[in-house]
């Protein structure tokens, strides 16, 4: 097996952060499209079909590889950095909204982490990103954002995305953690994952997001997020879609008044 490419890095900034990597000549990192802030001259790069692991063998195992991306609703190719300068070099990748990064040592948590689908932000090359199906039929029906995950597997480095705060909790083996679904970052290959329903027509009618949620048993090492994309996202659109009045009466009344809406 042909090891990852080891990288040096660091996070800048607290809110709305980005991740610096230095690269060793002829070492790569690869990243999701969109992802890329700014890189030093004489790091090359290029587009390339699926993740770039040493696993792809041949054609037809990139193709289905990519498939698996574009099933997550990820792009199809990924953005490959790659120093063909003589020294170090640095490549820089920005969070894509407010939140925290993390970063992952795969070979110190067990070569396997499943997360959600869209929190992946960069990786060493090598680091394998597939999907990852839920076995369970209650978690294919009622998973929501749970239903289809990412898997990064390797025994690199890897970058993943979290919107909010984020705290990180290792569950011991059988203790059991209710969460959101919306809200898992991601966990280690240890963790059962399911999703449970919360019964009675008060939490069906007034619950929400609340009537489903997904249980994580141990052991292993999870990661929870308090804003996840989907609720920062619904929120936007409801403030967005609501009447101005809503804000406050003085301030709302106000602020209509400088718009030049206040008769």
């Given at each position: 097996?042909?090891?990852?490419?080891?990288?040096?890095?660091?996070?800048?900034?607290?809110?709305?952060?980005?991740?610096?990597?230095?690269?060793?000549?002829?070492?790569?990192?690869?990243?999701?499209?969109?992802?890329?802030?700014?890189?030093?001259?004489g790091?090359?790069?290029?587009?390339?079909?699926?993740?770039?692991?040493?696993?792809?063998?041949?054609?037809?195992?990139?193709?289905?590889?990519?498939?698996?991306?574009?099933l997550?609703?990820?792009?199809?190719?990924?953005?490959?950095?790659?120093?063909?300068?003589?020294?170090?070099?640095?490549?820089?990748?920005?969070?894509?909204?407010?939140?925290?990064?993390?970063?992952?040592?795969?070979?110190?948590?067990?070569?396997?982490?499943?997360?959600?689908?869209?929190?992946?932000?960069?990786?060493?090359?090598?680091?394998?990103?597939?999907?990852e199906?839920?076995?369970?039929?209650?978690?294919?029906?009622?998973?929501?954002?749970?239903?289809?995950?990412?898997?990064?597997?390797?025994?690199?480095?890897?970058?993943?995305?979290?919107?909010?705060?984020?705290?990180?909790?290792?569950?011991?083996?059988?203790?059991?953690?209710?969460?959101?679904?919306?809200?898992?970052?991601?966990?280690?290959?240890?963790?059962?994952?399911?999703?449970?329903?919360?019964?009675?027509?008060?939490?069906?009618?007034?619950?929400?997001?609340?009537?489903f949620?997904?249980?994580?048993?141990?052991?292993?090492?999870?990661?929870?997020?308090?804003?996840?994309?989907?609720?920062?996202?619904?929120?936007?659109?409801?403030?967005?879609?609501?009447?101005?009045?809503?804000?406050?009466?003085?301030?709302?009344g106000?602020?209509?008044?400088?718009?030049?809406?206040?008769?």
């Open positions: 097996m042909i090891s990852n490419h080891e990288i040096d890095y660091r996070i800048h900034g607290e809110e709305m952060q980005y991740v610096e990597v230095e690269l060793d000549p002829q070492e790569t990192a690869v990243a999701e499209a969109g992802a890329f802030m700014m890189m030093e001259d790091i090359q790069m290029q587009t390339i079909f699926g993740d770039g692991s040493q696993q792809q063998s041949g054609f037809m195992g990139k193709l289905f590889s990519a498939g698996k991306r574009l997550t609703g990820e792009s199809l190719f990924m953005t490959a950095f790659t120093n063909m300068a003589a020294g170090k070099k640095k490549v820089s990748f920005a969070s894509p909204y407010p939140g925290k990064i993390i970063p992952m040592d795969l070979s110190q948590l067990g070569g396997k982490i499943t997360c959600q689908k869209d929190s992946f932000l960069c990786a060493a090359k090598g680091v394998s990103i597939s999907i199906f839920q076995r369970k039929l209650g978690a294919g029906l009622f998973g929501g954002e749970g239903f289809i995950m990412q898997k990064l597997e390797g025994d690199g480095m890897a970058f993943v995305h979290a919107g909010g705060h984020v705290t990180m909790k290792d569950l011991h083996p059988g203790e059991i953690l209710k969460v959101d679904t919306g809200c898992i970052v991601a966990f280690t290959q240890g963790i059962n994952y399911d999703i449970q329903f919360v019964g009675g027509i008060k939490n069906t009618l007034f619950g929400g997001e609340g009537v949620f997904a249980t994580l048993q141990g052991p292993g090492r999870v990661w929870i997020q308090t804003l996840p994309i989907s609720r920062l996202a619904s929120r936007i659109l409801t403030y967005a879609t609501s009447n101005r009045k809503e804000e406050g009466s003085l301030l709302g106000l602020g209509n008044l400088l718009d030049g809406d206040g008769r």
